[in-house]
T-cell receptor, first 115, second 111 residues
Framework: DTGVSQNPRHKITKRGQNVTFRCDPI?????LYWYRQTLGQGPEFLTY????????KSRLLSDRFSAERPKGSFSTLEIQRTEQGDSAMYLC?????????????FGSGTRLTVV | DAKTTQPTSMDCAEGRAANLPCNHS???????VYWYRQIHSQGPQYIIH???NNETNEMASLIITEDRKSSTLILPHATLRDTAVYYC????????????FGTGTSLTVIP
């Protein structure tokens, strides 16, 4: 296993279009997280899953955003009716759950540009 | 989760130790200190974490003061590849396990 994989690496879309990103976590990790990072800022938490259950969503996750993790494996993050303010790096991370101490492994992210 | 305070930027000469400080004066008893770094255009990379005792791994050492209100990440022999933004994060076990990143310290290793 080579780590957390995110696709695509880059996405340019026109305002108003829908986009979907995919994250493949490390296979034995049952927790999966989505973060967003804008220029000059640290990553901001969006949502996380334990197996297939979405356990928490940040207020940053507006109703135009939806995330799924069917069967507890890969996850998708969809943004509907994209806006220029959605331009950011979208990061996925995964971790095992062994009492909550473990750190995450992050993917390299998907950079979204809305024009 | 407790907030952390880090210097915005630091420089370090190549081959010397890089000491990155972090203040977390409101840390509570069950909160751990974590360090991540982010090299340009990559996802953050986990470095180390600790609760009370000093910790060392192949990447770095973490020194936590006795009152746990501050800590220092030490990169013993900095290389140019250590140039990155370093994030100090405090996290408890009962917060859903998400990390709240601040803006970190931008470390530049100078040849």
């Amino acid at each position: 296993d080579t780590g957390v994989s995110q696709n695509p690496r880059h996405k340019i879309t026109k305002r108003g279009q829908n986009v979907t990103f995919r994250c493949d976590p490390i296979s034995e990790h049952n927790r999966l997280y989505w973060y967003r990072q804008t220029l000059g800022q640290g990553p901001e938490f969006l949502t996380y899953f334990q197996n297939e259950a979405q356990l928490e969503k940040s207020r940053l996750l507006s109703d135009r955003f939806s995330a799924e993790r069917p069967k507890g494996s890969f996850s998708t993050l969809e943004i509907q009716r994209t806006e220029q303010g959605d331009s950011a790096m979208y990061l996925c991370a995964s971790s095992p759950y062994r009492g909550g101490v473990d750190g995450y492994t992050f993917g390299s992210g998907t950079r979204l540009t809305v024009v | 989760d407790a907030k952390t305070t880090q210097p915005t930027s630091m420089d370090c000469a190549e081959g010397r130790a890089a000491n990155l400080p972090c203040n977390h004066s409101t840390i509570s008893g069950n909160e751990y200190v974590y360090w991540y770094r982010q090299i340009h255009s990559q996802g953050p990379q986990y470095i180390i974490h600790g609760l009370k005792n000093n910790e060392t791994n192949e990447m770095a050492s973490l020194i936590i003061t006795e009152d746990r209100k501050s800590s220092t990440l030490i990169l013993p022999h900095a290389t140019l590849r250590d140039t990155a933004v370093y994030y100090c994060i405090v996290r408890g076990l009962n917060t859903g396990n998400q990390f709240y990143f601040g803006t970190g310290t931008s470390l530049t290793v100078i040849p």
